[in-house]
């Protein structure tokens, strides 16, 4: 069947086509669509089928995760064109040489993952699906901390990174389930118990404010560690660099 063959072996003007297509996605998309919603990222290099930004924290995150999708649509969805990418976080002042060898080692880690299509950020890998749920269990952790005037403490904060490490190793380590007792009363100590009573508040109104907030906050806090693991310091290092900024 010469389609079937055709289809199997694509001729050079094809992949001729193709690639043409590909680079045009990073050298004109890319910049234009910066330019109008990421005006504050830097464009080292973009063409063929690479690219290199520098930007903020926030807005380079949810750039990524923006281009993800809009190369999907651009490929017509066909997964066996994958999308990789790595994300370095750094202070100011660092040269650029050496964000180029750190952003090229996280790309490699995430070209490990089988299937590729993935991303390294934070030291973790993972798929783009998986980043969109954790940035938004980071954006409803935000909201319920402003609801309830929540005060979460560096301290906590970095505790929250060990346990979800923790239940990323507990299928393996037996000590390492212990995150969940450990989640409920340091959430339950450094949070809820210190939220401040509001004038004129009667004990009753009071008690049901907290164990809503507790109900708000930290049920999926404990859902999202116990469904990504380790990866789900990618949503807490989101509230952790908000409190620095």
Known sequence: DIKTVQLLYPSFAKMASLSRQVNLFFSLWLPAWCQRHAPNTYTVFAGGDDFFLIGPWRSTTELALKMRQSFNRHVAGNDKIHFSAGLLQVKPGVPIRMLAEGTEQALEAAKQVEG????????????????????????????????????????????????????????????????????????????????????????????????????????????????????????LHHLLYQFRT
Request: charged share 30%; glycine share 8%; hydrophobic share 40%.
């Open 116 to 235: 590729k299509d993935a991303l390294t950020l934070y030291g973790q890998t993972l798929g783009w699906r998986q980043l969109a749920q954790l940035l938004e269990l980071a954006k409803t952790l935000e909201e319920t901390r402003r609801w309830g005037e929540l005060t979460l403490s560096t301290a906590y904060l970095y505790g929250l990174l060990e346990l979800a490490d923790m239940a990323g190793r507990a299928d393996r380590d037996p000590k390492a389930g212990m995150w969940r007792s450990y989640l409920a009363y340091r959430t339950r100590r450094n949070v809820i118990d210190k939220v401040a009573k509001r004038s004129g508040e009667s004990a009753a109104a009071y008690n049901a404010r907290k164990a809503e907030v507790q109900q708000r906050f930290l049920v999926p806090l404990a859902e999202g560690i116990e469904r990504h693991g380790s990866a789900f310091k990618v949503a």
